[in-house]
Structure formats: structure tokens, C-alpha cells
């Protein structure tokens, strides 16, 4: 039996990336050492690349359309800027959330 069901969409990306938020948002709020701020963010990062990578891939096995070719553009965009966005920069978008 499978760990995780088979779905059509990254469900368990969007978990995952839940989770990393929550860990550096409670780190934020408990005034953690920056290296620690860092790591979280770090983690943050990659899994928001991975759920964008998932949903990139996810647009392979639908019929294309224009919507679809948009949607696939605007996750494309979204992944460079996530690759290319500093540290600090993350953790200063999670910081403006919390309150």
C-alpha cells in the first residue's frame, strides 16, 4: 500500500510547504538566532519550488489550452523568482505576514 494516495494534484506539497511556513513563522515569533532563520527559510524555498515544480509538471498531462499555457507561464515566472530571491528577503515577506 502507498504512503500517500495517488491524486491529480500536489496535495502533499501544499502540506509540506504549510508546514515549512509554520516552522519559520513560530521561529520568527520566538526570536530565533539568524542561522536558524536562515535554515527555515531555506526550507521554505525549496519546498515552495517544489510544489511550483509539481504543478508545472502537473500541466503536462492536461489537454493544452490558452488558460493552461498562462497558469503554466505564471508558475514558470513564480520559480525564478523563488530561486532567485536572498535569504533575507523571505524572511522579511513571512515577517510583514505574521502580524
Known amino acids: 500500500m502507498p504512503s500517500y494516495p495517488p491524486r491529480d494534484e500536489p496535495i502533499r ?6 508546514k515549512r511556513e509554520k516552522e519559520l513563522r513560530h521561529a520568527l515569533s520566538h526570536g530565533s ?6 535554515k527555515a527559510a531555506e526550507k521554505v524555498r525549496f519546498a515552495k519550488l517544489k510544489l511550483l515544480k ?5 500541466f503536462r498531462y492536461k489537454p ?3 488558460e493552461l499555457r ?3 507561464a505564471k508558475a514558470e515566472t ?3 523568482l523563488w530561486k ?6 523571505i524572511i ?3 515577517e510583514i505576514r505574521k502580524s
Open 70 to 72: 498562462k497558469q503554466w
Open 92 to 94: 522579511e515577506k513571512y
Open 33 to 38: 538566532s539568524s542561522e536558524r532563520l536562515e
Open 84 to 89: 532567485s530571491m536572498p535569504v533575507d528577503e
Open 13 to 18: 506539497k501544499r502540506q509540506i510547504l504549510r
Open 64 to 66: 493544452q489550452s490558452e
Open 54 to 58: 509539481a504543478t508545472v509538471d502537473e
Open 78 to 80: 513564480e520559480a525564478a
